[in-house]
Structures are given as structure tokens and as C-alpha cells.
């Protein structure tokens, strides 16, 4: 969907940081008028969204799915609040995974409410395909199934998962 506020990914094909807010109980898009208000650029705008992501990945529930010999495969990232897409924006995200996941990661986030991380130097993501645009269509609030690099916190886009 398109917002009048955002930001390109490096490498991403459709993906964009949108610049927003709490509106009840739901992340809203400013517009163009809100935005305006704030009376900030994008840079800052984006250091101040740091400390907020910080606070909603700390809300996020983390779980870790193995394989049958219980090796790490993926971390499953949810909120029942929709924090997900600003949550993995935090940048003390690659340190909670650098133990077990390693240090360079990748991870998509096919909607508000749910996000999947996984080793770059892991099992092929593809394999995962399924489960992302599964996560994707189910939703009200999808965002993407791109999938991204995190790498000394900064992300780009690496990919796309297929249907």
C-alpha cells in the first residue's frame, strides 16, 4: 500500500520504511499534513523511531523452531499488537539472535503481527516459502515477503520469497 511518508530499502523491490504513529490501537501512516507537524527529517525521524523499535521488540514473543535433531532453524518473531514491523527495526535485534542464529542474519516480515529470522549461513530460506506467504495472505496487515539482510544493523534486501 502506498504512504505519503517512507523510505526505500536498499535493494528492495517493493518494500519501504513508512514514518507513523499510534492511532488507537492500531500503527497508522502519517500524512502528509501530520508529517509536517513533526517538522523533521527523515534521518531524525528515524533515530527518534530507533528508541521506539527498541521498546516494541523488547514486547515482541520470540520463539525458536528447531528441526528434528534440534538445531536451530528459525526464530518466529509475534505481537498480537502489530509491533512486529517496527520491532525488527531495533538495533539490538542482530545481538538477541548472534548466539543462535549468528552474527549476519536474514529475516522477512510478511505482516504487522509476524516476522521469521534465520542464519545467513543456515539451511536454504526457500524451503520456508510456504510458511511466508501463508503468514502473508492470512493477514489483514501484510507487509512483505521480500527477504532482508541484516547485517551490523543496517538492512537491505536480498531477495523474494516465491509463491
Same mark, same amino acid.
Given at each position: 500500500? =502506498?504512504?505519503?511518508?517512507?523510505?526505500? $530499502?536498499?535493494?528492495?523491490?517493493?518494500? $519501504?520504511?513508512? &514514518?507513523?504513529?499510534?492511532?488507537?490501537?492500531?500503527?497508522? &501512516?502519517?500524512?502528509? /499534513? *501530520?508529517?509536517?507537524?513533526?517538522? %523533521?527529517?527523515?534521518? #531524525?525521524? *528515524?533515530?527518534?523511531?530507533? /528508541?521506539?523499535?527498541?521498546?516494541?521488540?523488547?514486547?515482541?514473543?520470540?520463539? %525458536?523452531?528447531?528441526?528434528?535433531?534440534? $538445531?536451530? *532453524?528459525?526464530? #518466529?518473531?509475534?505481537?498480537? !499488537? +502489530?509491533? $512486529?514491523?517496527? +520491532?525488527?527495526?531495533?538495533? *539490538?535485534?542482530?545481538?538477541?539472535?548472534?548466539?543462535?542464529?549468528?552474527? !549476519?542474519?536474514?529475516?522477512?516480515?510478511?505482516?504487522?503481527?509476524? &516476522?521469521?529470522?534465520?542464519?545467513?549461513? =543456515?539451511?536454504?530460506?526457500? /524451503?520456508?516459502? +510456504?510458511?511466508?506467504?501463508?503468514?502473508?495472505?492470512?493477514?489483514?496487515?501484510?507487509?512483505?515477503?521480500?527477504?532482508? #539482510?541484516?547485517?551490523?544493523?543496517?538492512?537491505?534486501?536480498?531477495?523474494?520469497? #516465491?509463491?
Amino acid at each position: 500500500m =502506498g504512504s505519503p511518508i517512507s523510505s526505500t $530499502v536498499e535493494n528492495a523491490q517493493k518494500t $519501504v520504511k513508512v &514514518a507513523g504513529g499510534w492511532d488507537g490501537n492500531l500503527l497508522a &501512516a502519517f500524512t502528509r /499534513k *501530520e508529517w509536517s507537524k513533526l517538522g %523533521l527529517k527523515w534521518t #531524525e525521524f *528515524e533515530n527518534k523511531a530507533r /528508541k521506539t523499535a527498541s521498546k516494541d521488540f523488547q514486547k515482541l514473543t520470540i520463539s %525458536l523452531k528447531r528441526d528434528r535433531r534440534m $538445531v536451530v *532453524e528459525y526464530a #518466529e518473531l509475534s505481537s498480537s !499488537d +502489530g509491533l $512486529v514491523s517496527s +520491532g525488527v527495526l531495533a538495533p *539490538e535485534m542482530g545481538e538477541r539472535f548472534a548466539e543462535t542464529l549468528g552474527d !549476519d542474519l536474514l529475516f522477512v516480515v510478511p505482516s504487522r503481527y509476524r &516476522a521469521f529470522v534465520f542464519p545467513k549461513l =543456515g539451511p536454504d530460506v526457500a /524451503k520456508f516459502s +510456504g510458511l511466508v506467504w501463508g503468514a502473508y495472505r492470512e493477514s489483514s496487515y501484510p507487509v512483505s515477503v521480500e527477504l532482508f #539482510e541484516w547485517k551490523k544493523g543496517t538492512i537491505r534486501a536480498v531477495g523474494l520469497f #516465491e509463491p
